[in-house]
């Protein structure tokens, strides 16, 4: 894809949402690292409903730790592998409280340090907590990107790469969500909307869905 092309898309998305963000509830970073943690493998839907009954109980490292690996389980149990994200999110209080005075840290190695957070979920928390223009790529991204050929890679990290290098700078702060929304409700994994997408004429997809092909 040329770089006119990517232009055009990014473009286009931002004029169709101009300030996109995460559809996870949050109010704070540790808030927002807390939703990250919980979304692995799970919908944003499901961990919000879980937040929304944790937040108001315990929403710092300190009140966490206060609620006991137990007590956390019980309160985010709807949430698939709920017993590995206990344990985790435990361990990550307890780093945070020790080393960061409860903040959550603003360092990349040290954000993946923390149990449970891979780069992934460092980028998140960088790009949305932070607003730096780090691009996350998850199952949605790296869907999206491949198929038409914004930056195509065959693992996150090389589609993240190339993101960062092929996309214009002034859109990377917005990338992560732009193109997640879109994997999300346009251009979905088995059936994509291509009837209705507004980048179908830029994207190069070969298998389009047929009534745009
Ligand atoms: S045209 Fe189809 S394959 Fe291409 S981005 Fe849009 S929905 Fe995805």
């Not at 101009?18 to 704070?28: D, H, K, M, R, V």
């Not at 690996?69 to 949430?79: A, P």
């Not at 038409?148 to 990377?172: D, M, N, S, W, Y």
Request: aromatic share 6%; charged share 25%; with cysteine.
């Amino acid at each position: 894809m040329n770089g006119e092309k990517r232009r055009e898309i990014f473009e286009r998305l931002r004029e169709t949402n101009p300030s996109p963000t995460t559809e996870l509830a949050y109010e704070t970073p540790f808030e927002l690292l807390v939703a990250v943690i919980l979304s692995a493998q799970a919908t944003d839907v499901g961990v919000n409903k879980a937040t929304a009954r944790l937040f108001p109980v315990a929403n710092t490292p300190q009140t966490i730790l206060a609620l006991g690996e137990e007590g956390l389980r019980r309160h985010i149990r709807t949430i698939g592998l709920y017993n590995a994200k206990a344990a985790n999110l435990t361990k990550t209080c307890g780093i945070l409280v020790e080393k960061y005075h409860g903040r959550v840290p603003r360092k990349r190695a040290e954000l993946e340090a923390l149990p449970g957070v891979g780069r992934k979920t460092a980028s998140v928390i960088l790009n949305t907590a932070f607003g730096e223009p780090t691009i996350a790529v998850d199952t949605h991204i790296f869907r999206v990107a491949n198929r038409t050929r914004i930056a195509t890679g065959k693992t996150p990290l090389q589609v993240e790469q190339r993101l960062l290098r092929f996309v214009p700078a002034e859109f990377h702060k917005d990338a992560h969500h732009w193109l997640i929304l879109h994997g999300r409700y346009t251009c979905t994994a088995r059936k994509p909307r291509c009837g209705t997408c507004l980048i179908c004429d830029l994207c190069e997809y070969r298998d389009k869905t047929p009534e745009q092909a």
